[in-house]
């Protein structure tokens, strides 16, 4: 059975950090894409990063802040996200495909990212 775990989001001042992971169950993180998308009230879903095999993907607004990485031992993606905005509050999903930005076979439930002073 597929599961994917979002956790490690929470409430964060302008400027700080969180790490998101995605913990995988019934496939193996290092031969699928695993994304990660977001979505603020009122607004569309959006894709904010992925890594398929070596290749690392980022939404121009989020490339250096955002760091997306793979620990093949745990099965579990992570988002490292650093100097956090107004912005960037939002439900955090991950969700895994063939191939990045395809359509997800599956997706997690969300973890919610909130930026607030």
């Known amino acids: 059975q597929v599961q994917l775990v979002e956790s490690g989001g929470g409430l964060v001042q302008p400027g700080g950090s969180l790490r998101l992971s995605c913990a995988a169950s019934g496939f193996h993180v290092d031969y699928y894409a695993i994304a990660w998308f977001r979505q603020a009230p009122g607004k569309e879903r959006e894709g904010v990063s992925c890594?398929?095999?070596?290749?690392?993907y980022y939404t121009d607004s989020v490339k250096g802040r955002f760091t997306i990485s793979r620990d093949g031992a745990k099965n579990t993606v992570y988002l490292q996200m650093n100097n956090l905005n107004f912005d960037d509050t939002a439900v955090y999903y991950c969700?895994?495909?063939?191939?990045?930005?395809?359509?997800?076979?599956?997706w997690g439930q969300g973890t919610q990212v909130t930026v607030s002073s």
């Open positions: 890594i398929r095999d070596t290749t690392t």
């Open positions: 969700a895994v495909s063939e191939a990045c930005w395809t359509e997800a076979d599956y």
